[in-house]
């Protein structure tokens, strides 16, 4: 096929298969069907593994970072049961979010522990980390891990197939927290415990005393530019377990 061929396919004066079209370009020769298939591909949506997903946490969930990972997500339904001032320990919050849980739900996101550290470092006392124990109706609910394992295991009696997943705290610039790093190893130790995947994104997010008041509102809570990079980092993690 001639290269004046190619104009006048080109100008629209005659009509060929893409086969028969010749690209003259870059020097290389090439059936225009085979040049479009070297193209690199647009991504296509991802496409969900899960059909409902439900977030329990705190103030920093409520916050909104969910609606930003399911624009990526595209879980068909996204309940936030979130809810400001909530702690993981004591029952207060975390548990009753649990029990709110529906057993149709597939995924479930449990970040928590920036509320606990008052109660954790010796401020407000209380029995501390704990340890784990395989009695669910005697579960510590004064320790952080006894509080965990409730809050875990009432999900797993609604749905066993349940698949659930940590995250750690975030960081904040409110006040010294450095006690957050303690309680997020505590995380890390309950997933390692029941086998779950545990998202960092106290070490994720790449939010530092340098660019923070890009991203938080007040030292503590994300502004939309925080939740969108929050959103974002879960978002990819989930989409790899």
């Not at 004046?4 to 629209?12: E, P, Q, R």
């Not at 548990?95 to 996101?109: G, S």
Request: charged content about 20%; overall charge negative; hydrophobic content about 35%.
């Amino acid at each position: 096929m001639s290269t004046k061929l190619t104009k006048k396919v080109i100008d629209g004066i005659a009509p060929v298969t893409l086969a028969e079209c010749v690209y003259i370009g870059d020097g290389t020769t090439l059936t225009l069907k085979d040049k479009l298939s070297s193209l690199p591909s647009v991504s296509a949506p991802y496409q969900a593994k899960y059909t409902k997903w439900v977030s329990i946490g705190d103030s920093i969930t409520y916050g909104g970072w969910g609606n930003e990972a399911n624009k990526i997500l595209n879980i068909p339904t996204y309940i936030n049961l979130a809810v400001s001032g909530t702690t993981l320990h004591n029952g207060n919050g975390f548990i009753k979010q649990a029990t709110l849980v529906e057993v149709d739900t597939d995924l479930v996101t449990i970040m928590g522990g920036t509320n606990d550290m008052s109660w954790f470092n010796g401020e407000f006392g209380s029995k501390g980390k704990g340890e784990f124990s395989t009695n669910f109706e005697n579960y510590d609910m004064d320790t952080f891990i006894g509080s965990y394992q409730k809050i875990i295991e009432t999900l797993y009696q609604k749905n066993p197939k349940i698949k659930i997943i940590l995250i750690t705290a975030p960081r904040a610039f409110d006040k010294d927290r450095t006690f957050l790093k303690t309680i997020n190893s505590w995380t890390k130790e309950v997933a390692e415990y029941y086998g779950l995947p545990c998202i960092d994104s106290y070490n994720l997010l790449g939010i530092n005393t340098i660019n923070k008041d890009t991203f938080h509102a007040d030292n503590l809570h994300f502004n939309s530019d925080g939740n969108e990079r929050l959103g974002e980092v879960i978002a990819h993690q989930i989409m790899s377990y």
